[in-house]
């Protein structure tokens, strides 16, 4: 893989990390103060999307969405999918790219 495209996918994760873990604690300081809550499918969604690093953080940090069973498990199953996802993102690049060079 080429040294941009290691970049471009750690700025992509980063991001995406940091917005989920902003969004973990805005919904934990909107749960404290009964107000709007973020939905979970928008928090799954970003951990889908490469949050997932900054969404354990949160969940850690902010000891929250750490109770809630179906949660967990929707959540593990989305790192799983992001991880899946990347090794074959990776897999067609390695593949594809003889044809380019």
Request: glycine share 8%; hydrophobic share 45%.
């Amino acid at each position: 893989m080429s040294q941009n495209a290691i970049i471009v996918c750690a700025v992509w994760f980063g991001v995406m990390s940091l917005a989920t873990f902003i969004t973990y604690g805005v919904d934990k300081r909107r749960a404290k103060q009964e107000g709007e809550r973020v939905s979970e499918k928008t928090l799954h969604i970003l951990s889908l999307l490469g949050g997932w690093p900054g969404a354990i953080a949160g969940q850690k940090l902010f000891r929250h969405k750490t109770v809630k069973k179906s949660f967990r498990l929707v959540f593990w199953l989305s790192v799983l999918g992001n991880l899946i996802e990347s090794v074959l993102v990776y897999g067609a690049f390695q593949h594809y790219r003889s044809w380019f060079s």
